[in-house]
């Protein structure tokens, strides 16, 4: 029966492609798209994770606001836990679900549990990097039918035990994701033409996948080069380009089309490898640099401890946090502070302290070319805001692209060797792209610069408030 206004979230593309070959025709789809509506770059903060950014869209918030910078954050227990379990705030969904809307959520990313809505969600069928053990639905029987008519999923290949599949079988990788892309079509049409639907938004996660396993691109190249060089990109970005033509074909003519993806890709970059030995020797450091202050308490901390011997880790300043593997997250303690969790409440740590780590990490050197290993340090605890901006990470140490060093040294810390292992090709950076036509497309484009602000729109659109 089609819908009012139908989302395709392209989980993992980069939007900086999608820019280009949309202008180029290589994308006819999102070309024809553009040329009926309007399109723009997305902006995101430096670091910014495909969690936090898909928490940003569903919520309308920025990351400070909702907390969600990991799957795995600091609770205030005192321990990690996942983020969307204690999450309390409505999805834009949600809202326009409890105002009468009719709306079908398939297969967002990176969503808490399904609430009850004035319509159907699935989540977690064919998604990377799920949040459940197994997929889950409402109606909880709605799952059920999915799975009888339209298939599980494919075994999983997108975890890090899976990083050779590239080199040794990358055509029935790129099956697999044909596969899925075709069992969420299927899906997804039957259930667009179910009824008649206020909201239709339904995500694709294929683009996700490959570009961790196959990005190693340093520009984007023409499609000639891309299909004859990346063809796994290739292909499956030319597969979702025709399923979005499907889909916004079956909308119905008059439908209000966005189609957008959260991020940009990068060449990944590690030091993962390195730093829990790096961190270690900063925390010896400084805990004598600073041992007139009040000593800071810590829980133990297994991953950097096994590395050193002779130094209480309950007085180490720094503690690593869960993040991408091409960023570093600290948590710097404040005088007296030595939880976790940090509260709104918590002071933040002294700038001294965040001064002296910054400077022992931007002084680290490639043992070979002598080439400083960092390309940039933010503080999101401190300049993001929000309720939940005080347990953001204090430091936040971005590596360059396509660098896995195996040895790095300064004259503080000294040397530090430890052979990088096998590291996923591509991985997430900021930017993101949207594409959106419809008789509101030119109202709409103009006012999202972040992808928080979609949700926004679509509301305003849908409730006839565009003009407010």
Not at 262 to 291: A, V, W, Y
Not at 332 to 348: M, N, Q, V
Not at 401 to 422: C, D, K, M, T
């Amino acid at each position: 029966m089609g819908a009012r206004m139908i989302m395709i979230c392209l989980d993992g593309a980069d939007g900086k492609m999608l820019d280009q070959y949309s202008i180029d025709g290589s994308l006819p789809n999102l070309t024809a798209l553009r040329l009926k509506g309007a399109a723009r770059l997305l902006s995101a903060p430096l670091g910014s994770t495909d969690d936090a950014l898909w928490a940003s869209f569903q919520y309308m918030l920025q990351v400070g606001e909702h907390g969600r910078y990991n799957f795995a954050i600091p609770q205030d227990n005192g321990r990690l836990g996942m983020a969307h379990e204690a999450e309390t705030i409505p999805t834009f969904w949600d809202d326009l679900s409890r105002q009468g809307m009719q709306v079908a959520i398939l297969d967002v990313p990176k969503c808490r549990a399904p609430r009850p809505l004035n319509g159907i969600q699935i989540l977690d069928w064919l998604t990377h990097g799920e949040y459940f053990p197994s997929p889950k639905s409402f109606p909880s029987s709605l799952i059920d039918e999915v799975l009888q008519h339209f298939g599980s999923r494919p075994p999983h290949q997108c975890g890090y035990l899976d990083l050779e599949i590239d080199r040794k079988e990358p055509k029935k990788f790129v099956a697999d994701m044909m596969t899925e892309i075709s069992m969420k079509r299927s899906a997804g049409l039957h259930y667009l033409n179910s009824r008649a639907w206020d909201l239709f938004c339904i995500g694709f996660s294929q683009m996700h996948c490959i570009n961790h396993r196959f990005w190693d691109l340093d520009c984007i190249p023409s499609t000639s080069d891309l299909r004859i060089y990346n063809n796994p990109i290739y292909t499956i970005l030319q597969s979702l380009d025709e399923t979005i033509g499907t889909f916004i074909s079956s909308a119905g003519p008059s439908a209000e089309c966005v189609v957008f993806a959260p991020t940009d890709f990068q060449r990944n970059g590690s030091l993962e490898h390195l730093m829990p030995e790096i961190i270690s020797r900063i925390n010896i450091n400084l805990s004598k640099r600073f041992r007139g202050h009040e000593p800071v308490k810590w829980p133990f901390n297994l991953k950097v401890s096994k590395r050193i011997t002779g130094h209480d880790p309950e007085t180490w300043p720094c503690k690593i946090l869960p993040y991408s593997d091409n960023c570093l997250a600290l948590r710097i303690c404040t005088s007296g502070e030595g939880k976790l969790f940090r509260s709104p409440l918590a002071a933040r740590p002294e700038n001294y302290l965040l001064d002296a780590v910054e400077k022992e990490l931007l002084d680290l050197r490639d043992d070979i070319d002598g080439v400083k290993v960092t390309f940039a340090i933010t503080r999101p605890s401190s300049v993001h805001k929000g309720q939940y901006a005080n347990n953001l990470p204090d430091l936040l140490i971005h590596y360059p692209s396509g660098y896995f060093p195996n040895a790095i040294q300064s004259p503080s810390i000294g040397r530090v060797e430890i052979q990088s292992p096998l590291w996923r090709k591509g991985n997430h950076r900021d930017g993101g792209f949207i594409f959106a036509s419809g008789q509101l497309s030119e109202q709409f484009i103009p006012h999202v610069e972040r992808i928080s602000d979609i949700g926004k729109l679509a509301e305003r659109v849908l409730l006839n408030k565009l003009s407010v």
